[in-house]
């Protein structure tokens, strides 16, 4: 299951090179709102995409609107058992020229794969 968000970029990494060819970026966004409006977003491409990296760092700066869209994964630490990461793993991201307005969001925006979002409620 993906999301999206939009916001404001406020920060982005230098791109680190494993060992391996890989390439990682992180970069943050605040929505704007007032509540859960800060998110830590995550790139890391194998080393037969990891021009992408570079891409994202040429065309996107600090102070650019964009929409993302990503996955999110946790991971339980391996040395300590009650410790778990979460990532929220980039796919996508576009520039948009405003943010969008809460008429304009729907179900589908945060549940994309669906045709209908079926809530309880």
Excluded at 39 to 49: A, H, I, R, S, T
Aim: net charge negative; proline share 3%; glycine share 4%.
């Amino acid at each position: 299951m993906s999301f999206k968000v939009s916001g404001k970029i406020t920060d982005i990494s230098e791109v680190r090179t494993l060992q391996t060819g890989a390439k990682v970026l992180d970069y943050r966004i605040d929505t704007g709102d007032e509540w859960n409006n800060v998110y830590l977003f995550n790139m890391y491409k194998k080393p037969e995409y990891s021009d992408a990296c570079d891409k994202f760092v040429q065309f996107n700066k600090v102070g650019d609107l964009v929409t993302v869209e990503f996955n999110v994964s946790t991971t339980k630490d391996k040395k300590i058992d009650d410790r778990y990461y979460t990532n929220l793993s980039h796919w996508r991201s576009d520039k948009i020229n405003a943010m969008p307005t809460a008429e304009s969001i729907t179900a589908k925006d945060f549940a994309p794969d669906r045709e209908e979002a079926d809530f309880p409620f």
